[in-house]
């Protein structure tokens, strides 16, 4: 990165660095909330968050965020704000030394020196972009594929009755075994990651399935809020809409257990 006093830097460079307008981050899930396509990339201090409708190869948002002083932040708000609601080829075609000359107080005056680096390191990051978007794609056009069956499947009277069927047609053995599958792919990895696991103890009935929690968890008090809350909807989204999640309760079932039947 190159160092340069701002004595020669343009103004407009100095007023865009001092308030920049997409300053900031996108995050993975914000952008599988919506059903988009997140590219990000980094070179040197750089950094810039791209979402896209994967339907439509239309840029839907931008943000930016860099430590490098007023070349890169007033460059990359530029860009930005030329790639709101462009198509995704837009970005491809995008010259950074176009977006130098609109950083000129005067256009026969550069807004910086020549030597400045920041010229190539956002090249180079605009083409990490480019060549990222096609897997970032396909990967939100299936994410999208999913929740809308997962919607179909959860939330309207055909795709519940469907699912009712199934779920009836299941022997205990492979409601057990499904909701195991999806456990051991969408939260035991989560939950070992904090140290923590959890067992399978069986059904109570059609609808409610008793786990133990163990490790970290067995002694957490997520594990009847919000961890609790979450394994149901992984389930409910993943296996069978109408489940239900009943932790096991080892005080009273160490109590039951020694209470003498009359």
């Given at each position: 990165m190159s160092e340069i006093s701002e004595s020669f830097v343009s103004?407009?460079?100095k007023n865009i660095a001092r308030a920049p307008?997409?300053?900031g981050a996108i995050f993975q899930v914000e952008a599988d909330e919506r059903g988009l396509a997140l590219i990000d990339g980094k070179e040197e201090s750089l950094k810039i968050y791209i979402t896209v409708d994967p339907e439509k190869d239309q840029i839907v948002e931008t943000r930016f965020f860099t430590y490098g002083g007023p070349i890169f932040t007033a460059l990359a708000d530029t860009l930005c704000e030329h790639l709101q609601g462009k198509a995704i080829e837009f970005l491809e075609k995008t010259n950074v030394h176009n977006l130098e000359?609109?950083?000129r107080d005067d256009p026969e005056k550069p807004a910086f020196p020549a030597a400045a680096t920041e010229v190539q390191s956002l090249a180079k990051l605009i083409q990490k972009l480019v060549d990222s978007y096609p897997e970032k794609k396909a990967i939100?056009?299936?994410a999208r594929e999913t929740m809308e069956q997962v919607k179909y499947r959860t939330q309207t009277v055909e795709g519940?009755?469907?699912a009712d069927k199934e779920w009836a047609a299941l022997s205990q053995e492979e409601r057990l075994q499904k909701i195991a599958d999806c456990l051991h792919v969408n939260v035991r990895s989560t939950l070992q990651m904090d140290g923590g696991d959890l067992e399978i103890l069986g059904m109570l009935d059609d609808t409610h399935v008793k786990i133990r929690f163990q490790g970290a968890c067995a002694g957490c008090s997520a594990s009847s809020g919000g961890t609790l809350y979450y394994i149901e909807d992984q389930l409910r989204d993943n296996v069978y809409y109408n489940l239900n999640v009943v932790p096991e309760d080892t005080f009273t079932d160490a109590l039951a257990a020694q209470t003498p039947e009359t």
């Open positions: 103004e407009k460079v307008k997409y300053r000359k609109e950083l939100a056009l299936a519940r009755n469907e």
